[in-house]
């Protein structure tokens, strides 16, 4: 049995009455069929001229045996295409329901989240919001088949150029509306590599589409010299923004988080969820194993870290004579740093409460992040000797190979050194052999 054909709704063979009394079917003939304006009446069947002519059929591969498929079409060519590929899948074992094609990007990738019950909360509440801003409004509605590589990137190209289609309020909460700017090479690998990206690997994985059309995609490369790129503070700059940070809210916690992010390198999640029973003064380091973070909603909350970043953070002495005085007589229970209000620091109010106005304050020549404190951290710490392992630890980096791919430059050429080496060894294992 055939596992594809294809059936003409349109035109039947006719039965005709031969001399002798004997029946038979005759078909009409190829002038017949190209004129069917004027194909006679016993030609033509009940569904004549009544939508689409052709109809392509096949039997489907279940679990437990065949099922009946078709699927209709204008045109006998486009019909033949059709069957041509669906044999060849279906003896290759790489048959795709052609229905499943028609889902909508929508449908897929609510799916593709609702699946993934292992994710973060605040990994959840990025994808959910990439997909409401950008990705949703481009391609919501379209079939997931459909989706090809030149869509692709032609959406990336105006999503670089600031021009993408977007929905930043929702919700109606903005008082003032908000519009896209363009988009960094970074930032678009997420949203166009990760968030639209998974349900097209999840579509692929359920054998929904046989080909994921963001395979072959480039993305723009993440531009700058790295080396030149990476923020570094001199120790008068830092404690220059420590103190004008203490000052403009007359909360000495502000000066104390400054240091603490700048010289020993935590998140600014992992620093402000830091507890007084955390800290080991007498033994200069804290204890990182928790984070602030979000829940799927988007609500703020404590989280722990990942296991390779529970880490004890290294405190400098003068770090430490600071904290000490900053949590004195103060509860076990207590955050380390506190808002004048009393409450644990919200990070993001902190930026813009605090941090980029003491930058602005103080006259920084280049604009800086909280979390560039961090790089500075580093970058102080390898210019004061310390090895790969102890930047490492010190960041909670998962491997040494995240810290080299950062900061490798840093460390100091020993070539000459090396070799100096070399040859000394040598004249001596000479000398003795003679």
């Not at 004027?38 to 039997?59: C, D, M, N, Q």
């Not at 008068?236 to 000495?252: D, F, Y």
């Not at 992040?369 to 951290?377: F, G, I, N």
Request: charged share 25%; net charge positive; with cysteine.
């Amino acid at each position: 049995m055939a596992r594809a054909w294809i059936t003409d709704r349109w035109v039947k063979d006719a039965t005709v009455t031969m001399p002798d009394g004997s029946t038979t079917k005759i078909s009409p003939t190829s002038a017949q069929l190209k004129s069917l304006k004027t194909l006679p009446e016993h030609f033509r069947t009940a569904k004549f001229g009544v939508g689409s002519r052709w109809i392509a059929g096949w039997y489907e591969p279940t679990a437990t045996g065949q099922r009946q498929r078709q699927r209709l079409f204008a045109r006998r060519s486009d019909a033949e295409a059709f069957v041509a590929a669906l044999e060849d899948d279906i003896r290759s074992h790489r048959y795709i329901d052609p229905s499943a094609r028609d889902r909508t990007y929508r449908d897929v990738a609510e799916s593709w989240l609702a699946s993934k019950n292992r994710l973060k909360g605040s990994s959840y509440y990025r994808y959910h919001r990439e997909l409401t801003m950008y990705v949703l409004p481009q391609w919501g509605e379209r079939a997931i088949g459909s989706i090809t590589r030149e869509d692709i990137d032609a959406w990336i190209a105006q999503l670089r150029a600031g021009t993408a289609v977007y929905v930043f309020d929702a919700n109606k909460h903005l008082k003032k509306p908000r519009k896209p700017k363009p988009m960094s090479p970074a930032y678009l690998r997420h949203v166009a590599g990760a968030t639209f990206g998974g349900p097209l690997r999840y579509a692929v994985s359920e054998q929904w589409i046989g080909r994921n059309p963001l395979q072959n995609v480039e993305f723009p490369r993440v531009g700058g010299d790295l080396e030149q790129d990476l923020p570094s503070l001199s120790y008068a700059a830092i404690e220059e923004l420590a103190s004008e940070a203490s000052k403009r809210t007359n909360n000495s916690s502000d000066r104390m988080l400054v240091q603490t992010l700048a010289y020993s390198g935590p998140r600014i999640g992992e620093a402000t969820a830091l507890k007084i029973k955390d800290l080991d003064l007498d033994g200069k380091r804290a204890r990182i194993h928790r984070t602030w973070t979000t829940d799927r909603d988007g609500h703020r909350i404590l989280g722990p870290v990942k296991t390779w970043e529970k880490r004890w953070l290294p405190l400098p002495a003068f770090v430490v004579d600071g904290l000490r005085a900053l949590v004195e007589g103060r509860d076990g229970e207590d955050f380390v740093f506190r808002s004048v209000q009393g409450a644990a620091v919200n990070g993001d109010a902190w930026r813009n409460r605090v941090w980029m106005p003491t930058c602005t304050a103080v006259g920084l020549a280049v604009p800086m992040t909280v979390h560039d404190l961090r790089h500075v951290a580093a970058t102080n710490a390898i210019a004061a000797g310390a090895d790969v392992k102890l930047v490492q630890r010190m960041l909670g980096h998962k491997d040494a190979t995240e810290t080299l791919n950062t900061y490798s430059h840093l460390w100091p050429d020993r070539v000459e050194e090396v070799i100096a080496q070399v040859e000394k060894r040598r004249a001596e294992q000479l000398d003795l052999a003679a």
